[in-house]
T-cell receptor, first 114, second 114 residues
Framework: DQQVKQNSPSLSVQEGRISILNCDYT??????FLWYKKYPAEGPTFLIS?????DKNEDGRFTVFLNKSAKHLSLHIVPSQPGDSAVYFC?????????????FGGGTRLMVKP | ETGVTQSPTHLIKTRGQQVTLRCSSQ?????VSWYQQALGQGPQFIFQ???????GRGNFPPRFSGLQFPNYSSELNVNALELDDSALYLC?????????????FGQGTRLTVV
């Protein structure tokens, strides 16, 4: 039973426009969420995170929004750049103080066209 | 500061064989987790090691086992390989001490079972 889901396997946007990647979760006990980015032949790299006590966290071009009532989070990239083309995973720790016991969504492949 | 390194990068094994994958954690990180990423899916948590002891386990059979050494490096062993074990195996290290810390991933080992 997948506790974190990314229902869009791929997304294509034009350079300079906004990219919105979505993630849904089922476990209301999750209190922390992370986004990772993965390029081919590389391991995932941490991008941004959010605690459940917040509904928004911003880091440069990247903003994550959390809607706890809907059990939904989204990653906004503005403006999108060709170098952002990668697979994006949302993830949540499966236990307290378990930053490295993560359950991942299936990923969304973002393609940013020049 | 060195990052997480994994060896080998690619490996081909025959069904029924055994395999050992290796991981050197990032400097100062004493927690190592292993993940399996099948094609087109997100990484799935296999297990975590902390101070040389297994500290958590995902939904994987006992033929998946591991070790952590005093220098915090780690091995993943898989016995009686099956075709479905073909995947990218990712190692991630982190340092517990805060409530949530992000995990740092290696580039992975691509295992093909034929």
């Amino acid at each position: 039973d997948q506790q974190v889901k990314q229902n869009s396997p791929s997304l294509s946007v034009q350079e300079g426009r906004i990219s919105i990647l979505n993630c849904d979760y089922t476990n209301s006990m999750f209190d922390y969420f992370l986004w990772y980015k993965k390029y081919p032949a590389e391991g995932p790299t941490f991008l941004i995170s959010i605690s459940s006590i917040k509904d928004k966290n911003e880091d440069g071009r990247f903003t994550v929004f959390l809607n706890k009532s809907a059990k939904h989070l989204s990653l906004h990239i503005v403006p999108s750049q060709p170098g952002d083309s990668a697979v994006y995973f949302c993830a949540a720790p499966v236990g307290h103080n378990a930053g490295n016991m993560l359950t991942f969504g299936g990923g969304t492949r973002l393609m940013v066209k020049p | 500061e060195t990052g997480v390194t994994q060896s080998p990068t690619h490996l081909i094994k025959t069904r029924g064989q055994q395999v050992t994958l290796r991981c050197s954690s990032q400097s100062g990180h004493n927690t190592v987790s292993w993940y399996q990423q099948a094609l087109g899916q997100g990484p799935q948590f296999i297990f975590q090691y902390y101070r040389e002891e297994e500290n958590g386990r995902g939904n994987f059979p006992p033929r998946f086992s591991g070790l952590q050494f005093p220098n915090y490096s780690s091995e993943l062993n898989v016995n009686a390989l099956e075709l479905d074990d073909s995947a990218l195996y990712l190692c991630a290290s982190s340092y517990p001490g805060t409530v949530n810390t992000e995990a740092f991933f290696g580039q992975g080992t691509r295992l093909t079972v034929v």
